[in-house]
T-cell receptor
């Protein structure tokens, strides 16, 4: 059974500082997703990582994938209040990309 | 393009009542999914459909049925609602480049 773990579940960040959050998964997969969710809203796709060593960047967020270590990281550069949200990682399995989600990490950026 | 739409947005049911959640997409994607989201649990896959006329169980299918009426529409039916089915339900589709697009969600309360 595929398990996806995100730690910590809550992170308080200070504006302007850098942070990294992690996503570990238990079995081989070559598809890793990062989503953002604001309270009461749907999921917004941030990154789709499809191969070992893949790195993608969008604004202050950069995601990477190490399939050998079964680990993805999401690096936040110079945190700003607008990044406050819950971030989910999910791992895709099979041709139909059935997703298994982590429990999410709630990020709160304080002044 | 509307993307992925869901109806209704909110619903309150009494235990034992039935209802159907509707999902439609205009992106011409083959695969469609139903997830539920509970507090602190991330999203869990209920059912998915790889193509018109086919459906398969996900992680938590008990108490639900689905119908893939055509390529655009994928409905989720609760035959006899239970309080444990109180949740937020999301429909999603899969693009050719493995990205999943989520609908706005249906917030269901069963009393």
């Amino acid at each position: 059974e595929l398990k996806v773990e995100q730690n910590p579940l809550f992170l308080s960040m200070q504006e302007g500082k850098n942070y990294t959050i992690y996503c570990n998964y238990s079995t081989t997969s070559d598809r890793l997703y990062w989503y953002r969710q604001d309270p009461g809203k749907s999921l917004e796709s941030l990154f789709v990582l499809l191969s070992n060593g893949a790195v993608k960047q969008e604004g202050r967020l950069m995601a990477s994938l190490d399939t050998k270590a079964r680990l993805s990281t999401l690096h936040i550069t110079a945190a700003v209040h607008d990044l406050s949200a819950t971030y989910f990682c999910a791992v895709g399995a099979g041709a139909n990309s059935k997703l298994t989600f982590g429990k999410g990490i709630t990020l709160s950026v304080r002044p | 393009n509307a993307g992925v739409t869901q109806t209704p947005k909110f619903q309150v049911l009494k235990t034992g009542q039935s209802m159907t959640l509707q999902c439609a997409q205009d992106m011409n994607h083959n695969s469609m999914y139903w997830y539920r989201q509970d507090p602190g649990m991330g999203l869990r896959l209920i059912y998915y459909s790889a193509s018109e006329g086919t459906t398969d169980k996900g992680e938590v299918p008990n108490g639900y049925n689905v119908s893939r009426l055509n390529k655009r529409e994928f409905s989720l039916r609760l035959e006899s609602a239970a309080p444990s089915q109180t949740s937020v339900y999301f429909c999603a589709t899969l693009s050719d480049w493995y990205e999943q697009y989520f609908g706005p969600g249906t917030r269901l309360t069963v009393t």
